[in-house]
């Protein structure tokens, strides 16, 4: 049985929520340096007192911003993938929920334009190795244990996907909103061809 939670604790995940999801929108149309706590707080309705109660920096908003929609795009992607016939398919249905993800305005900038700057290079290498890198992993592994590639220099396969898939991300999260459609094909297209060409049954 779960203890009760007291109204105060309430209300401190309460607040928490709404500075993320208001951090959120702030972080995706104004961007990382654009971005003020105050501007949070104001549009949170919390002093900045209340907001540092939470987040010791501005820094450390945004990481919990960028946790939360890595979370989310993870979650679609595995879900999106689940159920597949076989590892093959549920492979080129997570490739198509990622480039999906990518061509979402807020996840692209957030991910792939402002996580960067807002955390430093290294930091950000970090977080995509959190998430990203690891369902590349569990993907390659699980179509070279049914055999549909070499299993040789896996490291290596994994660590080419995964910098595939981030020229993906990149380049999506950068187009204009009407190219990302054209764009998001054309990746599909050459990431798909080149996995096939790896592709050994």
Do not use: N
């Amino acid at each position: 049985m779960q203890p009760v939670r007291s109204r105060r604790e309430l209300y401190s995940e309460a607040t928490r929520a709404a500075l993320l999801e208001e951090a959120t929108a702030l972080f995706a149309a104004r961007g990382y340096a654009g971005t003020s706590l105050e501007d949070v707080a104001t549009a949170s309705q919390v002093t900045r007192g209340a907001v540092y109660h939470h987040f010791a920096s501005k820094q450390a908003l945004f990481e919990a911003v960028l946790d939360a929609r890595e979370e989310r795009a993870t979650a679609e992607v595995l879900e999106a993938a689940a159920g597949a016939a076989s590892p093959w398919e549920s492979a080129m249905l997570a490739l198509d929920a990622f480039l999906a993800q990518c061509c979402d305005p807020v996840y692209g900038r957030l991910v792939w334009v402002e996580g960067p700057t807002a955390l430093g290079w290294h930091r950000w290498r970090e977080c995509e190795q959190k998430y990203a890198y690891g369902v590349v992993e569990r993907f390659v592994h699980s179509l070279i244990e049914a055999g549909y590639l070499e299993d040789r220099a896996v490291d290596t396969q994994v660590k080419f996907a995964f910098w595939m898939l981030g020229g993906a991300g990149h380049a999506l999260a950068e187009a204009d909103g009407a190219d990302r459609a054209r764009l998001r094909e054309e990746w599909r297209y050459l990431i798909r061809r080149t996995i096939d060409a790896l592709r050994t049954r």
